[in-house]
Nanobody, 124 residues
Framework: QVQLVESGGGLVQAGGSLRLSCAAS????????MGWYRQAPGKQRELVAA???????NYADSVKGRFTISRDNAKITVYLQMNSLKPEDTAVYYC??????????????????WGQGTQVTVSS
């Protein structure tokens, strides 16, 4: 059984930083893609950032220049460094892992697994 365990959410003031981590455990050697999605109250879940096993990266336009995704393939772990946080970044952040899905000239995660979600709250 594969599990994705997230950590690092919390409450921060606007302009602050947080770092999310997501570690995979169980019978898995690697994922073609890992990434982060978020869902704010009353809104659909949206892609924040995705990274392939080869290091190709895609960001949502709303986080470009502020967020950085990285992964450690040996540890099957993905990270999301979030800087210059804004109140509109407030959401539950979900880790996803699986294959790659392509759309509109970009890509995201075709999830086989989801993390449990971690709350990120940015106060103004």
């Amino acid at each position: 059984q594969v599990q994705l365990v997230e950590s690092g959410g919390g409450l921060v003031q606007a302009g602050g930083s947080l770092r999310l981590s997501c570690a995979a455990s169980g019978s898995i050697f690697s994922f073609n893609a890992m990434g982060w999605y978020r869902q704010a109250p009353g809104k659909q879940r949206e892609l924040v950032a995705a990274i392939t096993s080869g290091g190709r990266i895609n960001y949502a336009d709303s986080v470009k220049g502020r967020f950085t995704i990285s992964r450690d393939n040996a540890k099957i772990t993905v990270y999301l460094q979030m800087n210059s946080l804004k109140p509109e970044d407030t959401a539950v952040y979900y880790c996803a892992a699986g294959g790659i899905t392509y759309y509109s000239g970009s890509f995201g995660v075709r999830p086989d697994y989801w993390g449990q979600g971690t709350q990120v709250t940015v106060s103004s």
